[in-house]
């Protein structure tokens, strides 16, 4: 078995095991559409992978996979930058399983992020007690706000528009200002505006943005992304909460959705009181499972972090 980045001539394996392992029954669009930095024919550097030659043939053989993908965390008050990796794409072919091949594979990225001077890895899974056993632990929150229709019981605000961004008409300028309005937290991931503009190519995935009558904007949010966020807000900003909510109630109402969930960072004052004043459900999770020999960023700097849904992998 043979550890190392992604050799060209398994891209296909690659696409092959993604699919029939995260998308199993799912043919609306390839899986590589949803990652479209990871998994492009010129992203080989992102994809780690356990392979093998067949004895017979000399053919390669795809075991494991799992994107690894070098980011900073940016802080905001300092403007000092985290370098960590996020992984993601996680699979191991049905006939390799039970053999330890991911626990090495898991092992390997972590020598590289060593090797790197990367201060964590940063993964999701619902597999916690298996990752735990490989160093990660869950960390960081999430805020989970279920708006119904009619749960916000707002009075009508005319003179704004709602508009739907297709993505061949969005500029780096107004990319730029979305990122000013998103809302504040400690740390986030530092994205440039390309990466911005690639990852809202993602399919299913929608911009859509509240302006008042001079064109001014007041909010935006990106709604669904790919397979697994369909009618999730996983990014937002807004100049009160009290926009967003009628943002999302007229979302409620004109894409006929029986409920929107907002993925949100731990939020405080008039925020929190006005977005949980109409909700439908409130949960709150760990953000992301991580591991990292450094112990102020796990129990400081993580603790402030939050990961905005285009950013996870």
Known sequence: MILQKLPKELVRQRHVLLQDALR?????????????????????????????????????????????WPRSLICRDSGSRIPVA?????????????????RNLMNFLWDQAVLQKL???????????????????MEGRELRITYVPGSITLPASPGRQLRHHPTEEISPSFLSRLLEVRYQTGVSIERSLREFGELLRIPDTHLL??????????????LGKGYDMPGVIHEWGAVSPHILLIMIRELLSLAEL???????????????????????????????????????FREKIFSQSFIWGLDTI
């Open 24 to 68: 199993p029954e799912f043919h609306d669009y390839p899986i590589e559409k949803e990652y479209p930095i990871l998994l492009s024919q010129a992203a080989g550097n992102y994809s780690y992978c356990a392979y093998e030659r067949c004895r017979d043939s000399g053919r390669l053989q795809l075991l494991s996979h799992a994107s690894f």
């Open 86 to 102: 996020l992984v993601g794409n996680v699979a191991t072919s049905p006939e390799a399983r039970g053999r330890g091949i991911m």
């Open 119 to 137: 201060t964590a890895l940063i993964l999701w899974s619902d597999l916690h007690q298996f990752y735990e056993k490989l160093g990660f632990s």
């Open 209 to 222: 943005s509240l302006s008042a009558e001079g064109g001014d904007l007041l909010a935006y949010v990106i």
């Open 258 to 296: 029986p409920e929107i969930m907002l993925l949100s960072p731990p939020l405080h004052g008039v925020w929190k009181k006005e977005l949980f004043a109409y909700a439908a459900e409130i949960r709150e999770h760990h953000l992301a499972l991580i591991r990292s020999d450094d112990l102020t």
